[in-house]
Every structure is written in structure tokens, then in C-alpha cells.
């Protein structure tokens, strides 16, 4: 149990009638690297958004860093830094900015916090970058500032939605240089989920598949190829969740996101 | 503490960065002022009742204020999306400080931008009553914005997109404007306008502008206060209740 950190316990979200998330349980161990596949409408968002506290389950229980995330939120939400995968700066403040307000936010006391700030900054090399309104960013540019400031709390977790979607392979390759460095040299555990499947292969060192709400596996990539006899973890993954296309029903969300696409290029 | 001072200023330092929008968010009530002002003038100087200009300015200065706040409450459908409120959500800060922080930055921009119109009514001729009740007017205008604020941060709550946005301009924001007395005297009105007057929130905050500004008020300047006051805790308490759901 100490060495987790995360814990899930039959962690159940229903909408009305429909059951998102069902009776779900798995754990994560201190600095792992940890990967969560699953097809569209499998649960895979609405499970980080109950592990981030965003959204409250209907039943069932989250630790986070060994606080209870349902009744100890603020605990837990200082344990961990989140990437989402739309972006939440402050596209008219600057990159400086959005990490001061973010160090206010979560009350980071330093007395170097502009040092640590362009300590970071430097780390996803947007140091030139600072005074530069966000709006004037690449999507990758954004996504990279979103991590550097999601580390300015010190987080022991680091939870990822998609962090590579839409970039190119250089950004992508980038960026796993970065969460691959600060695992190792930071100790932090990762979370991630993504749809690119070698990224996952390469990267994690525990996946677990979510499917209709449900765990489908939870393993290496190297035994959830073994167990499914395939060559290699894309090919495990639509064995165990089959290739039937997942439609799934079109939310106020997607609308939005389909007319800030219109609207912004990015 | 903190973290409510710094998303009222997040606010601020966002208005004044998008000057294209304040120099838009003008022009509704530049129009307003001058084709009203000037359209009606003569009219309303021959029933006796005076300038018109005097009259309706405090009524534009208060609709600036009514679309800022709202459209600013109903802002949150996309901030909690795309924007900085998400993250704010997921940080060590509780719902309400965010909300309230959210709230007064918002009802601070509003607030300037009634001062801005009631700066270029000078220009076409709006004279003040008396100076010195100049913080009173600044006063009711800072309510109305934060009874508005805390409307649109209810409804901005509850919706998850824009599609009702019109809905509510057309059904809600509109109807409180122009049944508000902010351009016609609420005196010698056929009944049911004056009982659907005398509910409309709006009503009040102009007819305080117009007793500090001007020095005819409708009401009494401490109804209004009075009234305005009530609304502001309801609104912001509801505002709270439904921020405090909001879910992802």
C-alpha cells in the first residue's frame, strides 16, 4: 500500500443511466511510468478527470499520494501537476505570467521563484520565450509550457491527457525526452493516456487498458504481448478490445472544441 | 487571499491588453447615446421633460455594464473548457475564492467600461448634476455590475455551450435593458409596464445613477441602494452555489 501512489478502489461514474466508469481498481507504484489505453468513450478521460478531482464519483475511492482525493482535495490536488489535453494557459498573459499566477495559485513559497521559473522555462527551452504573450504559441509550444508549469509545485505525480496529440514527431519525440528525463532524475510517477500506441510500448513501463469502463488488462507491455501472442503492443491492444470503430455520441464539448478549431489556428 | 487577488487582476491585465475589444465593446453604446440621445431629444424637450441626453445617459452607462457582466459571467462555459479556469479547478483553492475572485475582476472591468461611456457622454454634452455625488453613481454602477456578474456566473455555470447563449441575450438580457427604464421615464406608464419596471433589477441601478448623476430618481437613491444591496448577496450566493457544481 505505501509504495503506491495512486490507489483506485471500485471506482464507479454514471451519467443517469449510462455507466462511464464501472467498478474500476488498479494502483500505481511510486515513480513509475504508467500508461492508460482504452478506445474513444471507454472512460479513459473520465477517469483521469475523478483521479484530478475534477469530477466526483458516484462511488468508490481515490488516494492520491496517501490522501483521500474526495475529502482531502486540497492535499491531493498539491500532490500532483496535470497536462490536459485542451489547453488551460491564460492565452492573453504571457508564459512568465501564467507560471507566476500558477505559483500563487498553489502557493508556492520560494524566494528565487522567478529563478525557478526560468529554471523551468529553460527545461522545455521557452526561456527566450517568457515575455511572449501565450496566444502568439504553437500547440507544442503550449503543451510544453503547460508541463513546465505543471512541475512549479514540485508534484510527486504528473498526470498526462494526450500530451502528444496533434504534434509533429520532433515536438512528440521532445516531449517524452522531458517526462522520461524527470522520472528518473526527479523521482516524479507518471500518468499518461494516448492513443498512439508505440509511444506507449516505448515509454511505460505498466499499462493498463480500459474498455466499456472496465479494466480489461493490467501488465508490462512485454506480458500483454506475451498473453495475446502478438508482435506488438497495437496489435495486443486491438486484440483485447477488438476493431470494432467506437462512435461516440457528440457532446456540448466536442461543439466547442470544434469551433474553437474554426476560430484559432493554431 | 491571494490567489482572489491575482484572478482579479488576471482580469484587469486581460482587458486593458485587448484594446480592440474595448474600442469595440464602445460602439453598441456610442450609438446608442447619440442616435437616442440626439433622435429623441427634441421630442422629449417639447412634452417639457428637459435634456434627454442627461436622462438617458446613466440608462447607456448601465446597459455597457449589464452586457459586460453577463457575457462575462457566461464567459466560463468557455474558460472551464479551453481556458485558465480549468486550471485554476484542479489547484489547492477553494470554489469560492475563485469565484469571487473571478467575480469582482469581472465586475471591475464592467464598472470601468460604464466609466469610459460615461466619459465620452461629456464629450456630446452630458452634464453633470453635482460632482461630488460622483462616488455614489460609481457605487451603484460597481452593484450592477456584480449583481450582473453574478447572473451570468449561474447561468454560465449550468450550460455546457454556447447554444443557449442567444436564448438568454434575447429572453434575459435584452427584455432587463429595455424594460428598465433606462430610456423613458417610469412616470404616466400604462400599469403592467410600471409592475414589470419596478421587478427589474436594472431598473433600480439606473435610477440610482440618474439620483447621483442627474438628481432625479424615480425611486428613492436608498431603495435603490437598498434593493441593489439584496440582489448583490443573492445573485453572488447563487452564483457561488452553482460555480461550487460546476463539473467537467
Redesign the interface.
Known sequence: MDNNIIQVKNLTKKFKEFIAVNNVSFEVKKNEIFAFLGPNGAGKTTTIKMLTTLLDPTSGEIFLNGFDALKEKNEARKSFGIVFQDPSLDDELTAFENMQFHAVLYNVKTNSLRQKIIELLDFVELQDRKDALVKTFSGGMKRRLEIARGLLHHPKILFLDEPTLGLDPQTRNKIWDYIKNLNKTEGITVFFTTHYMEEAENIAQRVAIIDHGKIVAKETPEQLKKLTKSTSLEKAFLALTGKKIRDEEVTGQDIMRNHRRMWRHR | M??I??LWL?QL??YF??KARIIGSLGQPLLFLIALGFGFGPIYQKAGQGNYLDFITPGIIAMSILFTSVFFGIEI??DK?????????????SRFNIMLGRTLGGATVSTLQGVIVLVLSTIFGFRFHNLAMLPVALLFMFLIALVFTGLGTAIGSKL????GFQLIMNFLIMPLFFLSGALFPLSGLPKALVIVASIDPLSYGIDGIRGALVGASHFNMFVDFGVLGILTVILLALGAYFFSKV??
Open positions: 491571494n490567489a487577488y491575482i488576471r491585465k486581460r491588453r485587448a462555459i468557455w473548457q479551453f481556458g485558465f479556469l480549468k486550471e485554476t479547478l484542479v489547484a489547492p483553492v455546457d455551450d454556447m447554444q463539473q467537467i
